[in-house]
């Protein structure tokens, strides 16, 4: 069966993720099951790899995938920031490693017909589980001007946030916005062609309502404040984020966790302990070498970032 989707950095992946032959490792963002599929060849007769996602065609090609490998595999329709409660479910109170890989999978923008790409004309969707109940449509056909503007600056970076929303609440008067190609037409609308020579100019509004509508920032979040709970002593979390907020927010834990607190010992506020809770294996994100960015031109704005638990 061919997958359509490529993993990135799979070596550096196995080379950080270090996977204890007979421990239990977690994979929260299964996808199409390539990073799990080479973590299986290394795990050994016992070791055990738990893998999640919300998105249930991930989990249905995932468990046929990893079926084949005849390692213990178990596949889970549930987010990365619900693992506490998914490890609760199993009795399991530690686990030797994690990898969160934060992109949006090659099946999800050119087959899920959820309206992910700027490129396909489908419903403007952007949910990873079909379950919830927000749209980027309700998103784009309700919000305010304002909000609208509030969502693409804060979550796309996009320096011409308020001159696409103001476009968006006019073009909606006139008749809903319900495709993803005619949303990206009205945004590429409010650019002068000099502006998208390089890239499509929806990519960074298109950015910010996945985000908003998955709640993409808020579950890293929840997800980097259990996972020192989680992890046993030795045991590794690596992180392959693609834009810069989710890197800031998963370099500034790594470098938190590291820091030795220095509140005094009955200080009423303090709950971080005195000790460091992790050691940062990669002072620098690591980054796609061109050859792999040639072979899958859509890890070129990866960074992996890696950690080591060292206080249980």
């Not at 270090?18 to 080479?38: C, F, K, M, Y």
């Not at 990873?128 to 305010?144: F, K, Q, R, Y």
């Not at 009205?186 to 062609?193: R, W």
């Not at 009423?268 to 792999?292: H, I, M, Y």
Request: glycine share 6%; with cysteine.
């Amino acid at each position: 069966m061919q997958y359509p989707h490529i993993p990135v950095l799979v070596e550096e992946v196995l080379k950080y993720l270090a996977p204890v032959q007979e421990g239990i490792l977690v994979d929260g963002t299964v996808g199409s099951g390539g990073h799990s599929e080479a973590i299986c060849e290394k795990l050994g007769s016992k070791g055990r790899l738990i893998c999640l996602d919300r998105d249930p065609e991930a989990v249905r090609l995932s468990k046929k995938r990893l079926a084949l490998t005849g390692k213990q595999v178990s596949v889970i329709k549930a987010s990365y920031a619900e693992l506490d409660n998914v490890l609760k479910d199993l009795g399991i109170k530690k686990v030797h490693g994690v990898l969160l890989d934060l992109g949006t999978s090659s099946y999800q923008i050119e087959g899920s017909g959820r309206g992910f790409s700027f490129g396909r004309d489908e419903p403007l969707d952007m949910r990873m589980d079909p379950e919830d109940l927000l749209t980027a449509g309700h998103i784009v056909n309700t919000m305010s001007a304002r909000d609208l503007e509030m969502i693409l600056k804060e979550y796309g970076e996009e320096r011409r946030a308020k001159s696409i929303s103001r476009a968006i609440v006019r073009a909606r008067k006139i008749r809903p916005i319900e495709t993803s190609l005619q949303l990206a037409s009205l945004i590429k609308s409010s650019f002068p062609p000099s502006r998208y020579k390089t890239k499509h100019p929806a990519t960074l509004s298109f950015q910010a309502l996945r985000i908003a509508v998955n709640k993409e920032l808020e579950n890293i979040e929840i997800f980097l404040d259990m996972i020192p709970s989680l992890i046993a002593e030795g045991g590794r979390l690596v992180v392959l984020s693609y834009h810069s907020l989710e890197d800031r927010l998963v370099k500034r834990a790594m470098s938190s966790w590291e820091k030795v607190c220095t509140c005094p010992p009955d200080f009423p506020t303090c709950v971080c302990g005195r000790d460091p809770l992790f050691k940062c294996l990669t002072r620098r994100a690591l980054k796609p070498s061109q050859e792999e960015i040639e072979l899958n031109p859509r890890a070129r704005s990866a960074k992996l970032r890696a950690a080591e638990r060292i206080q249980s």
